[in-house]
């Protein structure tokens, strides 16, 4: 399946709702330190439910350390000054889909790593400044999803 990355991520309830989207799709979630709380934090736990144990989450001490996880993988960085469109990639299996923190969104250099294979936005209205983190990824991971056929998700009789 595919990779959703939080580089710094502050907001708990963002962080738990994203472990609930990684444990119903399928997905891995890599946390990138520092993070803005305590995987403990109470709002984290709430947020994710009882899917904890049902996802698979990675944390990473540094951007490098994620990088080392990833490989070789196709890194698609999701900043809001970016041209592409999201719907506009073809993703694969292993992609990794990089999100950064809530207040300031990715920085350049982290956005424009070496690593990264290219910068892609979500469409806004005129005037608006960012989504929220844990809305983004869910947009992204089920275009992602839906571009495979679902693969993997239950059918509707066995739900």
Known sequence: MFRI???????????????????????????IEPLGFSLEQKQLKRAGL????LATTHVHADFDAALKAFGDATIY????RASRCYADVTYQQGDVLLF?????????EIAHAEAVTDRVTLPMAPGSRSLNLANSA??????????????????????
Request: charged share 15%.
């Open 77 to 80: 960085a999701f900043a809001t």
């Open 5 to 31: 990355a939080f580089y710094h991520p502050e907001i708990p309830p963002n962080t738990g709702n994203a472990i609930r989207l990684a444990a119903n799709t399928g997905c891995e979630l890599h946390l």
């Open 100 to 108: 950064g923190p809530e207040s300031v969104g990715l920085p350049d």
């Open 50 to 53: 009882d899917y904890h144990e």
């Open 138 to 159: 869910s947009i992204v991971v089920y275009e992602a999803w839906r571009q495979h056929g679902f693969a993997g998700a239950a059918s509707s009789k066995q739900r």
